[in-house]
């Protein structure tokens, strides 16, 4: 793992066309690794912000990463405002339930900061208000399904920006 700005020289420095994930205060070990994984599996960068459900040496978060967690990019965060200071021209993409904006109607750019809230609170009700116009959202069909998965609901709007911007080759 990368913590901050620390390298290992196993891990690919990544460029100006990686993609970041920000999971604030994860709280499921396993969707954590699932996340960390996709990461590995994409060159994409993994920020974790907040206070975490779980340790980073959890057994269940290591399972689910498997052996890739030499190839995750991962930086940590006491908070959003300070990860915001330390890329104040990216542009950030909130995923809610509650935004008006499906995630395949935004136009996605390589930098750009995908954000997840906690899995059983989601994102803070005043940071959507306050950035509804960055926010997105996964339709669901079904009104008794109350969200995807947290490492679903990533993977989902990863895949999209890498397609928008020829990624998936």
């Known amino acids: 793992m990368v913590l901050a700005s ?3 020289a196993s891990v690919t420095v990544p460029t100006q066309d990686s993609f970041h994930i920000v999971l604030i205060e994860p709280e499921i070990p396993p969707n954590t690794g699932n996340i960390a994984r996709l990461c590995a599996a994409t060159g994409t960068i993994l920020h974790l912000v907040g206070k975490l459900g ?3 040496d ?3 978060l290591k399972r689910a990463g498997l052996d890739y967690w030499e ?3 991962l930086k940590r ?3 959003l405002e300070e990860l915001q200071t330390a890329y104040p021209k990216a542009r950030y993409w909130y995923a809610s339930k509650k935004a008006q904006r ?3 109607e935004v136009d996605y750019t390589a930098g750009d900061m995908l954000v997840f809230g906690k899995e059983t609170k989601g994102l803070p009700e005043s940071l959507l208000e306050t950035q509804a116009e960055q926010a997105i959202r996964i339709p669901i ?3 008794r399904v109350r969200s995807l998965n947290l490492s679903t609901s990533a993977g989902v709007v990863l895949y999209e920006a890498l397609r ?3 990624r998936l080759v």
């Open 54 to 56: 779980f340790s980073l």
């Open 6 to 8: 620390q390298t290992l």
């Open 58 to 60: 959890d057994k269940y």
């Open 102 to 104: 499906v995630y395949s």
């Open 77 to 79: 965060w006491d908070s």
């Open 141 to 143: 069909f079904d009104e």
């Open 164 to 166: 928008q911007t020829g």
């Open 71 to 73: 190839a995750v990019q």
